[in-house]
């Protein structure tokens, strides 16, 4: 094996976008993590997170996923007990972090009128989505795949909020027949075609213009979508031409105003810029005569993937909300879209290791999970870190710098490099901050059936969804006769 290195290696990126390092990949009491290339301004410095000596505070998702007596734990359950139940790899979510999280954005409207639509492609199983429904949540969908979803978790329609930039026809009319609450328009042709589905229904859409600020949120460029080069939404300079628009098309209803300027943002300036420049439209809609009832400030905010520090949420939402009362606008009804904040550090990915392959250049550390079930590395580099179920002791053997990878076919099939561990074969690890953007972006690529997903409440774990078998992959399918 090649030995582990006491060096960091040299590139990494922040903001859950880094690939090539570990909070486990730097020996002696600390881990230096630092930070270079595009999306990297920082050099940081973690509390010990060593396994054998982790502190509670110091792992992604503590205090909900911390070790006791050397084993991890999610709230009461040990994960060595969801896994030896379930197999690997296996999801397993806490319901007291998500609750936690929306608890915090919760606290940061006090007093206020909201409506916290949970961005639902961030994790779309029924559970949780029952979950945030029971918590009066309301869903933002990109689809009506996402708005059958939730009408089978038991959420209600009238607190839908349907944004993308593509929305079909029969999407339209799938979204007006439920009832949902608006629908956030990307385009002046889409304003069009959702005029003329919802007259042929005799109906008026409730519309929000999603307008698209020009503001850097300094994040992942495939997760941007807030700047002029972006797809999404409606230019700045456009906006109030398209709500004039909107206001004298007989089939629409304006209620709102919607912004969303990217994912993973680790910085509260981006924020607080788009507010400003959404408030100025207000003003300016609203002295063209059309009432502006909503404001919908979208989602994005980061979680800690790599000792990342975004603004809490409570504290976020208080900071933009007084921009809001000085600007006289803190009375309007507010929405929020948060989606990876909710989930993303209330999950993991356990898996068990296959074979450890000595390399010259490299270790590796082959694992049963893989791109299918963890996207997020291999599409942007983003990083997991990564923790064996067992912490680790002398009895374990020496510690040695791995890639941890997948079974697929493919070299982009990794989940974590340069990561220093003590493993052998049968060993479980668990991929941390897991909670968001992977089951819901897994696929069954390399015939691979999708992994169970437990959720667990206090000392309780529920299976909320059954691994698939392999005949389930291909269902649909038939032979040519
Ligand atoms: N609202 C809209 C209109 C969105 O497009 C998104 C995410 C959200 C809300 C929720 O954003 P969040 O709070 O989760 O950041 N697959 C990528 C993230 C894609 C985000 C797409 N839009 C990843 O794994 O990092």
Redesign the pocket.
């Known amino acids: 094996l090649r030995p582990a290195r006491a060096v960091v290696p040299a590139h990494r990126a922040s903001g859950?976008?880094a690939g090539n390092a570990a909070p486990n990949a730097q020996s002696g009491p600390c881990i230096v993590l630092s930070c270079s290339g595009a999306f990297c301004r920082h050099a940081r410095i973690l509390p010990c997170i060593r396994h054998s000596s982790m502190t509670p505070t110091s792992l992604p998702g503590a205090p909900f996923f911390a070790y006791r007596e050397g084993a991890l734990f999610v709230e009461d359950v040990r994960l060595a007990d969801v896994a030896r139940e379930h197999g690997t790899p296996v999801y397993v979510y806490s319901q007291a972090a998500m609750l936690a999280a929306l608890g915090a954005s919760q606290r940061g409207f006090e007093g206020r009128k909201v409506q916290i639509c949970y961005?639902m492609?961030?994790n779309s199983s029924l559970a949780v989505l029952q979950l945030f429904a029971r918590q009066g949540c309301g869903f933002?969908i990109?689809s009506g795949g996402e708005l059958q979803r939730v009408l089978a978790a038991g959420g209600e329609p009238s607190k839908v909020i349907f944004?993308?930039v593509g929305k079909t026809r029969a999407e339209m009319r799938q979204a007006l027949q439920a009832g949902i609450g608006c629908f956030?328009v990307e385009s002046e042709s889409e304003l069009e075609v959702l005029n003329d589905v919802a007259t042929s229904l005799g109906q008026r859409a409730p519309v929000s213009i999603?307008v698209n600020p020009n503001v850097d949120p300094k994040t992942?460029p495939?997760?941007s979508?807030g700047l002029k080069g972006n797809k999404?939404g409606v230019a700045h300079e456009r906006t109030v031409a398209t709500y004039q628009r909107a206001a004298a098309l007989p089939g629409l209803r304006v209620v709102g105003i919607?912004c969303?300027i990217?994912?993973?943002?680790t910085e509260e300036t981006p924020y607080l810029d788009a507010v400003d420049r959404m408030l100025d439209l207000v003003r300016d809609i609203e002295a063209a005569g059309i009432p502006i009832h909503h404001i919908d400030f979208?989602?994005?905010?980061?979680i800690n993937y790599n000792g990342d520090a975004p603004p809490a949420a409570d504290a976020l939402w208080t900071k933009l909300l007084a921009k809001l009362d000085a600007r006289g606008y803190g009375d309007r009804q507010f929405m929020i879209?948060?989606?990876?904040?909710?989930v993303?550090n209330a999950g993991v990915c356990v898996t068990e290791v296959l074979y450890v392959k000595p390399g010259e250049q490299k270790n590796f550390c082959i694992v049963d999970a893989a791109m299918n079930d963890l996207?997020?590395p291999a599409?942007?580099q983003?990083f997991h870190a990564i923790v064996p179920l067992r912490a680790a002791t002398p009895a374990n053997g020496g510690e040695h710098l791995y890639d941890v990878v997948g079974p697929i076919c493919e070299s982009g099939d990794w989940i974590g490099r340069d990561r220093r561990l003590a493993v052998q074969p049968g060993d479980q690890l668990a991929v941390l901050s897991a909670g968001?953007?992977?089951s819901s972006?897994g696929s069954n690529y390399n015939t691979r059936a999708r992994p169970a997903e437990v959720l667990v409440n206090g000392g309780q774990a529920h299976l909320i969804r059954s691994r698939e078998s392999v005949e389930d992959t291909f269902r649909c399918e038939k032979l040519a006769p």
């Open positions: 859950g976008t961005a492609k961030a933002d990109v944004s993308g956030n999603r992942h495939y997760i979508t999404f919607d969303h990217g994912s993973q943002i979208g989602g994005g905010l980061g879209e948060p989606g990876r904040s909710l993303g996207p997020r599409m942007y983003a968001a953007y992977c972006m």
